[in-house]
C-alpha cells in the first residue's frame, strides 16, 4: 500500500511537471540581410533611398514571410525576425506574418542576433551574403567595407561564420541560410549540416542568376520547414573559449583607432586583435570595430 502510494505520488509529481511545460515549444530566431535576396546585385537596390530599394525591401519580406510559413508549418510556436541590413529598418511590419514580431533600427548591441537568448530552439538566416574578399559572392562583404578579413581563433569567417557562433554560445543550433552558392558554402565551413536555399547564382561579386521571387519563396518555405522538423540533427556549434578575434582593416588609419581601446592590441598595419572568455562580449566589440570606428 505503502508503495502504491508512493507510486501513485511519483505519477501526480511527473503530471505537474508535464503540465508545467509549454506543450511542444519551438521557437525560432530569423536574421534577415539583403545582399542575399533573389534579384540582388547592386548595392543601389539595398540602401534606402536608392530607386529599386523599395522593390527589393518587398522581396526580402516575402523571403522572410515565406520562412516564417515554413516555421509554422514546422510547429513554431514563437518567431521573432531581426532585421539585420544596414538601417535594420528595411522589413516592413504591416506586411509580416504572424505570428512573427520584428526587432529592428540601431543601436543593437548584438547587431544581427538582436533578440537571441538560451530559450530559442533554432536559426534562420534569410538573404546572407559570402564575406570580404570572396571572389564569387554577390556583394560579399563582412560587417561593412571597412573590414578585409575577420578571424575568429584564426579561422576566416564571414557573417554567417560569426553569428553562427554567437547562436551557439548560446546553445541554439542554425539550421539554414538563404542565399547565392558562396554564401551557403562559406556557412556550410562551420555548420555542414545545414539546409541551404540558394535563391541566385553569383557570378562574380556584382552579378547573379536568381530564381523568380515567388519560386524562391516556395524554396525557402518548403527548406525552414524540412529543416525545423529534423531540427534534432543539428548541434550549436560553440566557440572555443577563450576567443581571439583578429580584425584586417581596409584601411591603416582604423587600426590606429582600434588599438586605443583596451585588450585591443595591434598586429600589423591594417590588423588588430583581442582575446576574451565570454565570446558574446567579443562579438559585440566586433560590431563596435566594424559599424562605429571612424578614421575622422
Ligand atoms: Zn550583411
Redesign the pocket.
Given at each position: 500500500m505503502k508503495n502504491a502510494l508512493a507510486l501513485l505520488c511519483a505519477f501526480a509529481l511527473s503530471l505537474a511537471a508535464l503540465a508545467q511545460q509549454p506543450a511542444n515549444k519551438l521557437k525560432v530566431f530569423i536574421s534577415v540581410?539583403m545582399?542575399g535576396v533573389s534579384g540582388v546585385v547592386s548595392n543601389d537596390q539595398t540602401a534606402a533611398g536608392g530607386p529599386d530599394y523599395n522593390r527589393f525591401r518587398r522581396i526580402m519580406t516575402e523571403e522572410t514571410n515565406a520562412a516564417i510559413d515554413g516555421a509554422i508549418a514546422a510547429g513554431a510556436t514563437e518567431v521573432v525576425v531581426n532585421d539585420?541590413?544596414g538601417s535594420m529598418r528595411n522589413l516592413q511590419i504591416e506586411e509580416l506574418h504572424a505570428p512573427a514580431e520584428l526587432i529592428s533600427s540601431s543601436i543593437k548591441p548584438m547587431g544581427m542576433m538582436q533578440g537571441i537568448d538560451a530559450s530559442f530552439d533554432a536559426v534562420i538566416f534569410v538573404g546572407y551574403?559570402a564575406k570580404a574578399g570572396s571572389a564569387v559572392g554577390v556583394l560579399a562583404?563582412t560587417g561593412t567595407g571597412t573590414i578585409a578579413d575577420v578571424r575568429i581563433n584564426g579561422h576566416s569567417v564571414g557573417?554567417a561564420g560569426m553569428n553562427t557562433l554567437a547562436a551557439g554560445a548560446l546553445g541554439v543550433p542554425v539550421v539554414m541560410i538563404t542565399g547565392d552558392q558562396a554564401a551557403i558554402a562559406q556557412a556550410r565551413e562551420l555548420a555542414p549540416k545545414i539546409e541551404g536555399v540558394q535563391v541566385k547564382e553569383a557570378i562574380g561579386t556584382t552579378a547573379a542568376r536568381s530564381l523568380r521571387p515567388a519560386e524562391a519563396a516556395a524554396r525557402i518555405r518548403a527548406a525552414a520547414e524540412r529543416a525545423l522538423k529534423r531540427r534534432t540533427e543539428f548541434q550549436p556549434v560553440r566557440p572555443t573559449t577563450p576567443t581571439t578575434f583578429e580584425v584586417a582593416f581596409t584601411q591603416t588609419v582604423l587600426a590606429d583607432v582600434a588599438e586605443q581601446i583596451p585588450t585591443v592590441k595591434r598586429v600589423d598595419a591594417r590588423t588588430v586583435n583581442y582575446s576574451t572568455p565570454d565570446y558574446l562580449q567579443g562579438y559585440r566589440l566586433l560590431r563596435v570595430l566594424y559599424r562605429y570606428l571612424r578614421a575622422d
Open positions: 540581410d545582399e539585420s541590413h551574403h562583404h557573417e
